[in-house]
C-alpha cells in the first residue's frame, strides 16, 4: 500500500541535504565547541555557520539567534525569560486563546508566580484583531506574545500590526512562528517582533532544534543556568550535529521558499474544493489568510479519530483536534474558541501538505476521503441531523 | 494503540443499521464527549434474537458497538445484562486505558434497550 505523509505540521522528514550535513559532526568533528583544539575548534566554527543561515531565513543578525532544543522550549523561554527580566516594570502579559500549549501552559505557570495574564479571543476565522491587542494592554503590561500562524487551523495572524501596537507602547513583543518559518516568508524587521520562536523539524531540518530570535539589546532571564554557551543565556554542550542541521534546512528554506509555496497551494486548493463538495464539511480557520500548505476541517455527524483510522487504513496519515484523537480526552481549545459547537469540533481533521506531496496524492485522497466520510455516516446515528444531541455538555463518565 | 480485534469490529462493523420494528431502543453518551451509541434489540421469548446499532464516535466506540451487538444474539434477557463494560473489553482483547470509560457504551447502551423493551411490555 502507497503511504501518503498529510502530517506535515507534525514533523517533517530530514532533508537528506541536512543530514549529510550533519553526519561528520556525530563521527570525526565530534569536538566540544568550548575546547581550544582542532575538533573543538571546528565545531564552533559549525555552529557559527549554522547560526548565520538560520538568522539569515528571518533577516536577523547571528548574534541575535539562540539555539534551543525545539518550538516548546523557545516559547518557554521567551515567555518565562521576558516576564522574570521585567518583573519590576509590571506584572501583565497578553497572550491569545489559540497558543500552543507551550505558550498557555507558560502562561499558567507565570499565573501561578504572580503574573497576570490576559488571554484575547479571536474572530470565526482565528484572526487576532489588533485593536482588541491594544485594547487589553495596561500600565503594567511588559509582555505580549500571539501565535504567527495556528498548526491547527491554519490562519496567519496580523502580527505585524500587532508588533507595531507593542513597539509603540514600549512593550516586548513575541511571536510564536514554529507553524510559519520554512512555510511562509518570515521577515523579523516588518514583524516588529523582539522575540520569535521556531523550530528545525518544521522546514525539514532535524527534530531536537530549535531557536529564539533575541532581538539585540533585549534583556532575558535563561532557563537553563551553567556555563557559557549560547552567549551565558543557553548552557548546556550544544548539540552540533543537530544545530548544523538546523543551519542547512533553513539555507534550503531561503531558497526554495517560493517554489515550496507555488507548489503546495495549488494542491492544497484543490484538496478544499474537493472537499468541501462533500454535503456537511466546513473548512476551518481563514479561507486565505492561512498557511499555503494547510487544509481543516469539521465534518458534521462523525468524529476525526475514527476517520483517522480509516484514513490509515487507506495510507493516508492525518490529525484531528477531536476528543478522542486527543490523549487529554478534550475538544481542541482553538476549535471552541472559533466558536466551533463541542459536537461538531469532534469531527475535527487537519491535512497539511509538502513539497514532496504529487497531485497524484491528491487525486487519490480527493476519492478516498468522501468514502470514508459516507462510511461513517452510515454508522452514525446523526446521519440525519443532531436532533436533541446539539449543545450538550460533557461529564466525564465513570 | 488498538487491538487487532478491535480494528477488526471497528472496519468491518457487524450489524450497523437502523432497526424500524426494535422491541428496544438504548442511546448511550453524548456528542460533546465524542461518543454515543443508538443500540436496538429485538426480543422473542425472552431472548435477544436480533441487535443493530449506530454510533457516532472514535474507533473503539464502533468495536465496542459492533461487539455488544455480536454478543448479545441468542441470548435471555437475563444473559445479556450480565454483560459489562470489562466483558465487552475483554472480548476485543483490551482498550486503551482512556477509552474504557468514555467509548465503552456498549454494555450501558444495552441495559438501557432492555429497560426500554421491558417498559413496552409492561404498557
Not at chain 1, 544545530?243 to 503546495?264: C, F, P, S, W
Request: glycine share 8%.
Amino acid at each position: 500500500m502507497k503511504e501518503i505523509y498529510m502530517d506535515h505540521v507534525a514533523t517533517n522528514p530530514l532533508h537528506p541535504e541536512a543530514l549529510e550535513a550533519m553526519l561528520p559532526y556525530f563521527k570525526e568533528h565530534f569536538g566540544n565547541p568550548l575546547s581550544l583544539y582542532e575538533p573543538g575548534i571546528k565545531a564552533r566554527e559549525a555552529i557559527e555557520n549554522a547560526r548565520a543561515s538560520t538568522a539569515s531565513l528571518i533577516n536577523a543578525k547571528a548574534n541575535e539567534i539562540i539555539f534551543t532544543s525545539s518550538g516548546a522550549e523557545s516559547n518557554n523561554f521567551a515567555l518565562k525569560g521576558i516576564a522574570f527580566a521585567n518583573q519590576n516594570k509590571g506584572k501583565h502579559i497578553i497572550i491569545s486563546k489559540i497558543e500552543h500549549h507551550s505558550i498557555l501552559n507558560s502562561a499558567r505557570f507565570l499565573e501561578k508566580s504572580g503574573f497576570a495574564v490576559t488571554y484575547l479571543p479571536v474572530d470565526k476565522y482565528g484572526v487576532i484583531d489588533p485593536a482588541i491587542v491594544e485594547k487589553a494592554i495596561t500600565k503594567e503590561t511588559i509582555l505580549i506574545s500571539i501565535i504567527h500562524a495556528s498548526p491547527e487551523i491554519g490562519t496567519i495572524e496580523p502580527i505585524a500590526e500587532i508588533g507595531k501596537i507593542a513597539r509603540q507602547k514600549g512593550i516586548i513583543f513575541h511571536t510564536d512562528a514554529v507553524a510559519s518559518v520554512g512555510n511562509i516568508p518570515v521577515d523579523i524587521q516588518p514583524l516588529n517582533a523582539d522575540l520569535l520562536s521556531f523550530a528545525a523539524h518544521q522546514f525539514y531540518g532535524p527534530k531536537g532544534a530549535g531557536a529564539l530570535y533575541l532581538r539585540e539589546g533585549t534583556r532575558i532571564v535563561p532557563l537553563i543556568y551553567g556555563g557559557i554557551q549560547e552567549g551565558g543565556r543557553r548552557a548546556g554542550t550544544e548539540n552540533v550535529p543537530a544545530i548544523v542541521g538546523m543551519g542547512k534546512a533553513a539555507e534550503l528554506a531561503k531558497r526554495d521558499l517560493q517554489k515550496r509555496i507555488n507548489h503546495v497551494k495549488s494542491l492544497r486548493d484543490k484538496l478544499i474544493s474537493n472537499a468541501l463538495k462533500v454535503e456537511k464539511v466546513y473548512l476551518t480557520g481563514h479561507p486565505e489568510q492561512r498557511l499555503p500548505g494547510h487544509a481543516s476541517f469539521v465534518v458534521e455527524y462523525i468524529e476525526g479519530e475514527a476517520m483517522l483510522l480509516l484514513l490509515a487504513g487507506k495510507g493516508i496519515y492525518a490529525a484531528s483536534g477531536s476528543a478522542c484523537s486527543s490523549k487529554a480526552l478534550k475538544a481542541s481549545p482553538v476549535l471552541i474558541s472559533i466558536g466551533t459547537p463541542a459536537h461538531l469540533a469532534q469531527g475535527s481533521v487537519v491535512f497539511t501538505l509538502s513539497e514532496g506531496t504529487t497531485e497524484e496524492e491528491i487525486n487519490y485522497f480527493n476519492e478516498v476521503f468522501p468514502q470514508i466520510i459516507n462510511q461513517l455516516r452510515k454508522i452514525s446515528p446523526f446521519a440525519k441531523g443532531w436532533g436533541d444531541m446539539e449543545d450538550k455538555t460533557c461529564t466525564p463518565r465513570k | 494503540m488498538y487491538t487487532k480485534e478491535v480494528m477488526d469490529h471497528f472496519s468491518n462493523p457487524r450489524n450497523v443499521g437502523e432497526m424500524p420494528d426494535a422491541d428496544g431502543i438504548g442511546t448511550e453518551g453524548n456528542p460533546v464527549c465524542g461518543d454515543v451509541m443508538k443500540l436496538f434489540i429485538k426480543v422473542t421469548d425472552n431472548k435477544i434474537v436480533d441487535a443493530k446499532f449506530q454510533t457516532f464516535g472514535c474507533g473503539a466506540a464502533i468495536a465496542v458497538s459492533s461487539m455488544v451487538t455480536e454478543m448479545v444474539k441468542g441470548k435471555t434477557l437475563d444473559e445479556a445484562l450480565s454483560i459489562s463494560k470489562e466483558t465487552v473489553a475483554n472480548a476485543l482483547g483490551g482498550l486503551p486505558p482512556q477509552k474504557m470509560h468514555c467509548s465503552n457504551l456498549g454494555a450501558d447502551a444495552l441495559r438501557k434497550a432492555i429497560e426500554d423493551y421491558k417498559n413496552k411490555q409492561q404498557k
